[in-house]
Nanobody, 119 residues
Framework: QVQLVESGGGLVQAGGSLTLSCAASGSTWEINTLGWYRQAPGKQRELVAD???????NYADSVKGRFTIVRDNQRFTVTLQMNALKFEDTAVYYCHARGSVFFPESTYWGQGTQVTVST
């Protein structure tokens, strides 16, 4: 089992910045990809950004150029730096961990942290 503990989030004005952090513990050897998803009220959960153990990144088109995902493989942490926040970025953000090819069924979620962007 892998435990994911998130920190950060909160209330910020449009145009501002926030940083989300997630620390993984437990069976971290299972994990290849770490990332962040978000879910706004009435909408499906969507990928925001993720990063592989080798450093390859994926970003949702809506956040490209504004958000940056960084990973520390020694500490098993992943950080999402969010700049130029927009009202539509308001959502609950979830840290996610996905298993390597040796653990294809491993998928873990954090408890979620609220990000609210005011206009």
């Amino acid at each position: 089992q892998v435990q994911l503990v998130e920190s950060g989030g909160g209330l910020v004005q449009a145009g501002g910045s926030l940083t989300l952090s997630c620390a993984a513990s437990g069976s971290t050897w299972e994990i290849n990809t770490l990332g962040w998803y978000r879910q706004a009220p009435g909408k499906q959960r969507e990928l925001v950004a993720d990063i592989s153990q080798g450093g390859s990144t994926n970003y949702a088109d809506s956040v490209k150029g504004r958000f940056t995902i960084v990973r520390d493989n020694q500490r098993f942490t992943v950080t999402l730096q969010m700049n130029a926040l927009k009202f539509e970025d308001t959502a609950v953000y979830y840290c996610h961990a996905r298993g390597s090819v040796f653990f294809p069924e491993s998928t873990y979620w954090g408890q979620g942290t609220q990000v609210t962007v005011s206009t």
